[in-house]
């Protein structure tokens, strides 16, 4: 490769004089700049004028033996710099010297040359909007239908509708056919993205003073090539030309979008009019468009429509034959989207039913996705009241079980709706006449009133409780209602409260013990040491109506809740088991008993303590009751025997420790 080194003078500043002296005293014109010590960056004589713009040392080179075709490093050749750095305020003429200047010389000029993104002149001109090298680089057969190397065509680029016009008028003039329905990398063509001002896989960007948009952009993904919105501006009329001339709407990218997609997507105030030339123009020509075509997600225009809150759209479509009831293949329908929104957008659906109604396309409003959602489940997930209330005059069934057997009323029992959302529900399907299964079991057993305790729903238990909701059915773990209050995460003294006082004011009496284990037995096995719920307990159950608590009732293993209270180390509930009598001498099915469980314990010190404390309480009688005095003494024996065998008590294999 010739070197020379001219090349730093003229960048900076032209100097045609030197430039010319350098040449007269036999330098090449074609040499190739050695500033840089990157091969791959190097430039030529030309090149560098035209980078700079300085045209009459471009001029000089030309005439004195400059190669118009010789390429830099990365490819471009002088047209490619021409085309490329053209701007609004940029003299174009210049495009005409340099084809004018190689006619004289005889040069060939490579019009379809490619640099090393794939880019030939043409595209780079439509690209800049450079109009006069347009007309010339077609007028010299330059190929309309050159693709780079991210798939783009010349025609993704014709921008404004004057360029437009006058790039398809020059290439029928000259009997070239323009492909119009050509894909790039991402498979859009050039009618997806002229429709796609702002389609959901783009994203504007700011570079410099441009605003830009990634063209086919996909998550974490960057094309090569960005159109320049200013260059877009009649993008409508661009489109329709396409259209005009053969370019074909159901074309799907990679994404399954096709053109009514993209149009959907766009939150446009007259996305309704692009949408209707569209239609207009493929009636005249009796061409389909598929109103209900799939993406790769399932999904319909009119899923976009209703997703982007594009109403005006969502009327077109169903005017023009589209199935409000599609579903995508997770079984969703445009109704569920409208239900799933972020916000109560009660307006959106009063307008979707009404057009429905309008065009005698009925919505189905108990449509179940895959996992057996209708759209009041998910409306009522994202705690969406007005849309509830509205789904349920419109005859939405309450008691519709998605796939884990939950109704309305579950969902709602576990959503962050308030508690007059729940009495709305009740009083619709009064008005109705229509039953609500207030103890509707889902797969696990459990009923709204499980859900609602779970959740701490206090007001919601006693509207449950005065709508008929049974208190006593056991789930498949075996746990009612009350269980559930007594396995709490927290010391829900007020929720035990008001359960029994709900049972007793709609004359349904809890049952303690359900299965084996009783309310004292959860309590004792809490996460934590919850003695105010287990006090709170004791207080309600020592009501004169009520039956009496027994404190040592055996479940299915046997255990007491003296046992659970020791193994979970709950030392309050412990102590207070003990006033209440609790028999510490009661074994269990593995034949051990509270006392065993004790001296098992890395707690053993403090059960001792409790002993102690119960057994000097005159008022428990802990000293005359059989069982505590012994409980204190063998707990002191077994902590020396345990200090004596390094903080393990030892056994004999194959014996029992005996009291």
Known sequence: MKTCKINTRYKRYGYEAIVAKFLELGQDPNCFSQETRDARYSETPLNLSLINNHQRVAELLLRSGADPNLCSQNGDVPLHIICESFDDSDDDEFVETFFAINDQLDNEVQVNAQNVQGDTPLLL??????????????QRDADPNVANASGFTPVYFIGTIDLAQTFFKINDERNRTVEVNVRNKWSNTPLHLYLA?????????????????????????????????????????????????????NFINDQGDTCLHIICSNDDDDDDDIANMLFAICDEKHQIVEVDARDKEGRTPLHAAIFNSNINMVEVLLKRGANPNSADKSGYTPLHFVCLREYDDVDLAKRFFEIGEKFNKPLEVDAQNNEGWTPLHAAIFKGNANLVELLLRKNADPNSLNKNGETALHKICEANLDDLTVEMLFEICDEKKQSMQVDALDKMGKTPLHVAIKNGKIKLVEILMRRGANPNLADKNGFTPLHIVCQSKY?????????????????????PTLK????????????????????????????????????????NEGKTPLHYAISHRHKKVFELLLRRNAD??????????????????????????????SARNEWTGADRCSGHVRLYTTASRAGQRRAQAGGRIAFEKGSRYKI
Do not use: W
């Open 125 to 138: 001109a439509l690209q800049t909007g450079n109009k006069k090298a347009v007309e010339l680089l077609l």
């Open 197 to 249: 001002q702002t389609i959901v896989h783009k994203k504007a960007v700011c570079a410099g003073n441009h605003e830009t948009v990634h063209v086919g952009a996909r998550d974490n993904e960057e094309p090569d090539l960005h159109l320049n919105l200013a260059k877009m501006g009649d993008s409508r009329k661009a489109a329709e030309l396409l259209l005009r001339r053969g370019a074909d709407p």
């Open 491 to 511: 010391d829900d003294v007020d929720l035990l409260k008001m359960l029994f006082e709900a049972a007793d004011k709609f004359n349904k009496p809890l049952q």
């Open 516 to 555: 084996g284990s009783t309310p004292l037995h959860l309590i004792s096995a809490g996460k934590m040491d919850y003695v105010d719920l287990l006090k709170a307990f004791f207080e309600i159950s020592d009501e004169q109506t009520r039956p009496p608590v027994k404190v040592d009732a055996r479940d």
């Open 584 to 613: 510490a001498n009661v074994f269990d099915n593995y034949g051990s008993t509270a006392l065993h469980t004790i001296c098992m314990s890395t707690t053993i010190t403090a059960g001792r303590r409790c002993c102690l404390k």
